[in-house]
């Protein structure tokens, strides 16, 4: 196809809209100040140490965020772009981000709209320091019927819906090229960014997840927390050829989970941050609104699967707006199999005999 027919981003979003005559434009208009809140971050991420906005991408913003976690200040700058770019436009009712504690109140100045915007405006931000791929990642709900039609601030409440209800989902990365993937509910399509015409054009018309894989994504250095389920299906892995998966796998750990979703969204793969022992408190180490969700979205949009290791990600009732979740996507054989191995008793891992439940050392 030749480069001037390659239909930009903008040009999608029309076409998409005409299946839906009686639609406003609104989703329309969010999803392109989106796009442009990412193009700004990709120019930020681009100077790196040089900085722009007066501040070298690396240094740290001092800050810590509410996950306990220290904000660069480009994961700061990320956030400010997102909110400036969405928040005037009518389009909004509220925003939530993993770098602000609680809902973000479009100001009084504006006017209010119907969708909520949830979004991780830098994933991956330890990989700034190294100049490994970063990205953005965001979720677009429905405010609640009241909050439409009132016009009243947002609270945590509105926010806790089911990754199920998504109206649109996607991520940019800011890799050797900048990437733009998206769902509005009809398949995912990825656009690459022209750095010409500074355009996002459509590129990956309908991007399949293939069902099956030989390539898995963990950080292994968390084993000894891993679950018995998630032990045995690594070691599976790693037994090769000559286990009982019968064929080799290959490994990938980019830290940047967005990255991985895309190289899965390329090729294939599974990633899996699952819940563990290594912190009672933290159920998973990503978050259920602006990571999983989104990112689950895609990945079955694409016809991939995406779970908590026990359930449909997508169907999980969120508790609280920072909530994290063990998150396992990808290639669905894989992740079906996983789900598996939760949900079969554990064989392998059965305490001894003398041990159980019955045995005579329980009085
Ligand atoms: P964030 O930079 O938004 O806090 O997210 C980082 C996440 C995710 O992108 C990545 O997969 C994971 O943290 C990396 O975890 P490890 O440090 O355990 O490798
Ligand atoms: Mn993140
Ligand atoms: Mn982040």
Known sequence: MPLSKRPTLTQYLIEQRRRFPQASGELNALLLDVSIACKAIARAVA?????????????????????????????????????????????????????????????????????LLVFDPLDGSSNIDVNVSVGSIFSILRAPADVIESGRDVVEADFLQPGATQVAAGYALYGPVTM????????????????????????????????????????????????????????????????????DFNMRWIASMVAEAHRILMRGGVFMYPRDTKDPSKPGRLRLLYEANPIGYIIE?????????????????????????????????????????????????????????????RD
Not at 78 to 96: D, K, Q, R
Not at 213 to 230: C, K, L
Not at 318 to 329: A, D, E, M, T, Y
Request: charged letters at 20%; one cysteine or more.
């Open 180 to 247: 733009f993937v998206l769902s509005v509910g009809n398949g995912v399509a990825g656009f690459t960014l022209d750095p010409n015409l500074g355009e996002f054009k459509l590129t990956h018309p309908s991007i399949q997840v293939p069902a099956d894989t030989s390539e898995f994504a963990i950080n292994t250095s968390n084993s000894r927390f891993w679950e018995p389920p998630v032990k045995r299906y690594v070691d599976e892995c790693l037994a090769g050829r000559t286990g009982p998966r019968g064929k």
């Open 301 to 361: 949009q694409a016809g991939g699967r995406a779970s908590t290791g026990r359930q449909p990600m997508l169907g999980v009732k969120p508790s609280s707006l920072h909530q994290r979740i063990g998150l396992v996507f990808g290639s669905r054989n894989e992740v079906e199999r996983i789900e598996r191995y939760h949900h079969e008793p554990a064989t392998r891992e059965a305490p001894a005999p003398l041990f159980a439940e019955r045995s005579l050392f």
């Open 47 to 115: 100077f790196g140490e040089l900085g722009q906005h007066g501040v070298p991408a690396a240094k740290t913003g001092g800050a810590v965020n509410v996950q306990g976690e220290v904000q660069k200040a480009l994961d700061v700058v990320s956030n400010h772009m997102f909110v400036a770019t969405a928040e005037w436009s009518g389009n909004l009712a509220g925003m939530a981000s993993e770098e602000m504690d609680d809902p973000y109140q479009i100001p009084r100045d504006y006017p209010r709209g119907k969708y």
